[in-house]
């Protein structure tokens, strides 16, 4: 389409003010009716301008941009760029814990190498990095989050269940995981390149190859270019697939070797911190109780105890950031925590005379347990409290707290998704994967599917018939790559704090609806779980 087409006479350039055409102008469509230039029209970012008795649909945002910038493309919207403003201001005054240099960043989030961004007197990065390119680098991830983010989007608009798992709102997702068991043993994503299964038998064969491992046989972890600034505090249980699960450092020290330990007594303590008939938070509960049993194992002395749970509550996102990406604001702040988290362990005595990698270690195994701790107490108690009877019988007898947690990794699992990547090419389900294929086991799909097969008994959340007839054993959590080690602590944990809820609370009920965390396809984890310690005579 010429200009004369919009209007212009011919070999006169356009007016002066309108600037030179977008390279969208020839999508450009005329339409005869006159319509006046109004300032509405001007200000709309999709709005209609009016030219020589022409309306032209024309994004004027863009128009705007390339008239101020006719040389810059356009990356970013205005709210962007306004929001990098007080990001600059931060690191001037050193409050960025990233930008400062207290952590490391992924250099572009596309190689996964490590960044120290500390700003020497000239304002060069210890590693040669200035402050400003550490900043791009964190831009860079920034974007990369969004468009890996916009990919499952776009995956799940298509049909694909595995890309509406991975969109992770507030919606249930077992009917996701239905379709993809329905479909056979393997469904493969072609959108986002990843084989999912939802067999328990191929979830338990997977589980005993060797050939699966959370990272690839060069050590590389799966999506570290579709999802930087993540993953990286739980690299050091998986670096020895074959062995032990936190090699040099805390591997086998008993959980129940000093009395400190003791999660029943650490339920206790924070339960009798809560005022009589107040609403009770079970999720900061949970969270607390998972971060004193966590730090009494690893040797965490009582005085770097809060600063512990303060890192550890940081940490929250990690699982899920293997697999969905985090807000960015999120990422940097789980990227403070990890740093934090590390550094309170690299002081404790249990750190001496052990040999490098041992802190790594330690704050993997710490971060593996601490959310799967709080979202499993939480799960079971919303179970039993949709079942009122179930929930009387354990008052009535706390020892059945161990059966409970049993049911609800089976029906309602802290971890739902686990994420494997073949380190050689195997045959799985009659099909050969070759190395460095991705593939995904839905936990909580798995232990339906066995409940199937079990006959028609397992139909659902039973505490009664599990502590009688026993039932299936639900996959994950000590066979799962993330809690080989620290699966009875998990276990262990949620049990004391379930029982000390049943022994103090008997007429716990709910005090208002669930809030469910976005972006948190892996742990499906819980913002809000508040309960009525009394009910009112």
């Known amino acids: 389409m010429g200009l004369a087409a919009l209007g212009h006479p011919p070999g006169r350039p356009p007016p002066h003010g309108h600037g030179r055409l977008p390279p969208a102008a020839s999508r450009l469509v005329a339409h005869p009716r006159p319509r006046p230039r109004t300032a509405s029209a001007r200000r709309g970012t999709h709005g209609r301008l009016a030219t020589r008795g022409h309306r032209l649909a024309v994004p004027l945002g863009r128009r705007a941009h390339h008239r101020r910038h006719p040389r810059k493309p356009l990356h970013d919207d205005d709210r962007t760029r ?58 860079r991830a920034g974007r990369r989050l969004q468009l890996t983010r916009a990919a499952q989007w776009f995956a799940g608009n298509q049909g694909d269940p595995y890309g509406m798992i991975l969109r992770a709102g507030t919606a249930d997702p077992a009917p996701y995981e239905e379709e993809i068991r329905e479909r056979g043993p393997l469904f493969h994503s072609e959108l986002l ?67 400190r330990d003791d999660p029943d007594r650490h339920a206790a303590d924070l339960l009798n911190a809560a005022g009589p008939g107040q609403v009770l938070d079970l999720v900061p509960f949970a969270r607390r109780l998972a971060a004193r049993t966590t730090g009494a194992w690893l040797g965490v002395p009582a005085e770097r105890l809060p600063r512990f749970e303060t890192a550890l ?46 802190v790594e270690a330690a704050r993997a195994h710490a971060v593996s347990a601490a959310e ?70 839905l936990a909580a799909a798995a232990n339906r599917d066995a409940c199937r097969n079990a006959g028609p008994a397992v139909t659902g959340f039973d ?75």
Request: positive net charge; aromatic residues 2%; proline residues 11%.
């Open 82 to 139: 306004l929001r990098r403003r007080p990001a600059r201001a931060r690191l001037a005054r050193g409050t960025d814990p990233v930008r400062a240099g207290r952590v490391t960043v992924p250099r572009g989030g596309e190689r996964g190498e490590a960044v120290n961004t500390a700003a020497g007197p000239t304002g060069t990065a210890a590693g040669g990095t200035t402050a400003p390119a550490a900043a791009h680098d964190l831009s």
């Open 193 to 259: 390149g990843t084989w999912v299964t939802g067999s328990r038998h191929v979830a338990d064969a997977v589980t005993a190859d060797d050939a699966f491992g959370a990272l690839t046989a060069d050590g590389a972890r799966p999506g570290v270019r579709e999802l930087p600034l993540s993953g990286s505090a739980l690299d050091a249980a998986h670096g020895n697939p074959g062995g032990p699960p936190l090699p040099g450092g805390w591997p086998h020290r008993p959980p129940d070797r000093e009395e």
């Open 313 to 358: 509550t940081g940490c929250r996102r990690a699982l899920d950031a293997l697999l969905c990406p985090q807000l960015l604001a999120d990422a940097r702040a789980g990227l403070a925590a990890e740093e934090a988290l590390r550094a309170v362990l690299g002081e404790t005595p249990e750190a001496r005379g052990r040999p490098p990698g041992a």
């Open 372 to 441: 799967p701790i709080a979202v499993l107490l939480c799960n079971a108690v919303r179970e039993l409290m949709e079942r009122p009877a179930q929930w009387r019988a354990l008052t009535a007898d706390p020892g059945l707290a161990g059966a409970a947690i049993t049911e609800t990794l089976l029906w309602a699992p802290p971890v739902r998704l686990e994420s494997r990547v073949a380190r050689e090419t195997a045959v799985l389900a009659g099909r050969t994967l070759p190395a460095g294929t991705h593939l995904v086991v």
């Open 463 to 537: 505490v009664l018939r599990r502590a009688s007839d026993g039932g299936p054993q639900p996959h994950g959590l000590p066979e799962d790559l993330h809690f080989r080690l620290s699966g009875p602590l998990v276990r262990r944990t949620a049990e004391a704090g379930l029982r000390a809820l049943a022994e103090r609370f008997p007429g716990l009920r709910p005090a208002g609806p669930a809030v469910r965390v976005r972006r948190s396809p892996v742990l499906r984890g819980l913002g809000r779980l508040p309960v009525a310690p009394y009910v009112p005579e």
